[in-house]
């Protein structure tokens, strides 16, 4: 099971986006993000930084208006990405995707040249990691024991920790804000495995199995 931002998704371009729409550098921008995801918040508390009375809902409809959107392209997969998924499936795992994500992103993750087994989204299951019942519903859709499950994310606190609390194997990849921030170059505890690219992925689980 594979999260999506910043795991199999580089999000830097649609951040970036906001910077400029904003009117912020986008380093400015990215650096007040990293504060925010350093002291643990959420992390549409940077537009607040920048814009205290913003109102980030009619500003979305207002670059929806100009044909500009954070929806997630093929563009913007991580080199790494399908050929992970691609060598995983040929291996004869079982491959899924969901993480906290709108349900418009489903479509562009099924449109992968890959055999997924399905893909999902916190919107369309109406739970957010890190809840439980997020992790209890993987396990549903696959049938499966805990433990027979990995859980492939980039957030010590929304997806190694959780996961593994669950019974899942939890894999960190580190990179993205998140996982830099939270993890640096310590190995989280709750992780079964830790990897720096989704490259490195097939052959460690070779080593879990």
């Known amino acids: ?14 951040w970036s986006s906001w910077a400029d729409w904003l009117g912020v550098p986008r380093l400015t921008f990215l650096a007040l993000l990293g504060g925010v995801v350093a002291r643990g918040g959420e992390h549409r508390e940077v537009f607040g930084i920048i814009r205290p009375n913003l109102d980030l809902h009619a500003e979305i409809a207002r670059r929806a208006e100009v044909g500009i959107t954070d929806e997630i392209t093929p563009a913007d997969l991580y080199p790494d990405a399908v050929p992970c998924l691609d060598a995983l499936c040929a291996a004869g795992y079982r491959v899924a995707v969901v993480g906290n994500q709108p349900t418009r992103t489903e479509a562009v993750i099924r449109a992968l040249p890959v055999p ?16 439980p019942a997020f992790f209890e519903r993987i396990v549903a859709e696959l049938g499966l024991p805990p433990q027979a499950i990995a859980y492939v994310g980039d957030r010590v606190d929304n997806d190694v920790e959780p ?43 070779e080593r879990l199995v």
Do not use: H
């Not at 099971?1 to 649609?14: A, H, K, W, Y």
């Not at 893909?119 to 990691?129: E, G, I």
């Not at 194997?169 to 921030?181: K, L």
């Not at 640096?184 to 709750?190: I, L, T």
């Open 163 to 205: 996961a593994a609390a669950a019974g899942l194997r939890s894999v960190f990849v580190r990179r993205g804000p998140w996982g830099w921030i939270q993890a640096g170059e310590s190995d989280p505890p709750a992780a079964a495995i830790v990897v720096d690219s989704l490259a490195a992925l097939p052959e460690a689980l």
């Open 116 to 131: 997924l087994e399905f893909v999902a989204s916190s919107a369309s299951w109406q739970v957010r990691k890190p809840s």
């Open 1 to 14: 099971m594979f999260d999506v931002g910043e795991t199999l998704v580089d999000e830097t371009r649609i």
